[in-house]
């Protein structure tokens, strides 16, 4: 079955470092979204990008983070100056349709130290 | 807007027993409603969705939920519970045509042998 691969599983940086979550589609899929659940928190709506450009973010997708589809599969989240609150698990999905029922990866858990 | 109330964080069952999990929204547009569940360590899996049509929905693994919209609810339920179904379980809506999804905070099922 296909799934969305996300890499790395986790990643340790220091505070103020730049990180970037890559993510890789299912092939066919048109939308994409990142997801993030703070330890203990609900999972949280970040971003949504279609068609190569953001359809949605939410207030916590401030101006320190950015996405980017660079190529044809990979899917990335940068997060800028990483701060002591961004310590969480990072979901990447992707789907067919808007609504359509996403399929998640399996996340990265970002810790900020 | 949307949201998602699901009561009980954490629910215990007994093999073979009668599961129900709690889900209530809220949302100013016709409701998009969404079970996921998450296994230890790995991403979100959709169970099952209502869009619009029959308001029974059945999923994987002998799931099904019940959207009613006189009680805004969307109760998971499964008539046998299997030591595999021990994970975690969010609900989750989105309104027509939005592209995001708003999570419940998630209900751990344990079910005892």
């Known amino acids: 079955e296909p799934e969305v691969t996300q890499t790395p599983s986790h990643q340790v940086t220091q505070m103020g470092q730049e990180v970037i979550l890559r993510c890789v589609p299912i092939s066919n899929h048109l939308y994409f979204y990142w997801y993030r659940q703070i330890l203990g928190q609900k999972v949280e709506f970040l971003v949504s990008?279609?068609?190569?450009?953001?359809?949605?973010k939410s207030e916590i997708f401030d101006d320190q983070f950015s996405v980017e589809r660079p190529d044809g599969s990979n899917f990335t989240l940068k997060i800028r100056s990483t701060k002591l609150e961004d310590s969480a698990m990072y979901f990447c999905?992707?789907?067919?349709?808007?609504?359509?029922?996403?399929?998640f990866g399996s996340g990265t858990r970002l810790t900020v130290v | 807007a949307q949201s998602v109330t699901q009561l009980g964080s954490h629910v215990s069952v007994s093999e073979g027993a009668l599961v129900l999990l709690r889900c209530n929204y809220s949302?100013?547009?016709?409701?998009?409603l969404f079970w996921y569940v998450q296994y230890p360590n790995q991403g979100l899996q959709l169970l099952l969705k209502?869009?619009?049509?029959?308001?029974l929905v059945k999923g994987i693994n002998g799931f099904e939920a019940e959207f009613k919209k006189s009680e805004t609810s969307f109760h998971l339920t499964k008539p046998s519970a299997h030591m595999s179904d021990a994970a975690e379980y969010f609900c989750a809506v989105s309104g027509t045509g939005a592209n995001n999804l708003f999570f419940g905070t998630g209900t751990r099922l344990t079910v005892i042998p």
């Open positions: 209502y869009t619009t049509g029959a308001t």
């Open positions: 999905a992707s789907s067919e349709m808007a609504n359509y029922g996403y399929t």
């Open positions: 990008f279609y068609n190569n450009e953001i359809s949605e």
């Open positions: 949302s100013s547009v016709p409701p998009y």
